[in-house]
């Protein structure tokens, strides 16, 4: 019989290497339920920051950005090709 050094180690041939020794430690149990929660309530605060910064503006700010993103519409299309 060997001793607890010992401990399978050289026997098996799994990859990656398992150790069954008393001495290995067990991994953290989690509550499924609560990280469920938690990643969760991370993603509602990404969506809120996200809403903040489109919505959280002045009126004058919002027209300026849609006349912005209307003039290079018009940009785009007048350096387009015709199709004839």
């Known amino acids: ?3 607890a050094g010992d401990c399978l180690s050289g026997q098996l041939t799994l990859f990656p290497p398992v150790s069954f020794c008393n001495e290995a430690a067990m991994a953290d149990v989690i509550n499924l339920r ?3 929660k ?3 309530r991370d993603k509602a605060a990404q969506q809120a ?4 910064a489109q919505h ?3 009126a004058a700010e919002r ?3 849609q006349a912005e993103a209307d003039r290079a519409a ?3 299309d007048g350096h387009k090709r ?3």
Do not use: V
């Open 63 to 65: 027209q300026q950005e």
């Open 82 to 84: 015709d199709q004839t």
């Open 34 to 36: 609560l990280a469920r």
């Open 49 to 52: 920051a996200l809403n903040r």
């Open 38 to 40: 938690a990643r969760a």
């Open 1 to 3: 019989m060997g001793s």
């Open 74 to 76: 018009r940009k785009l």
């Open 56 to 58: 959280g503006r002045k």
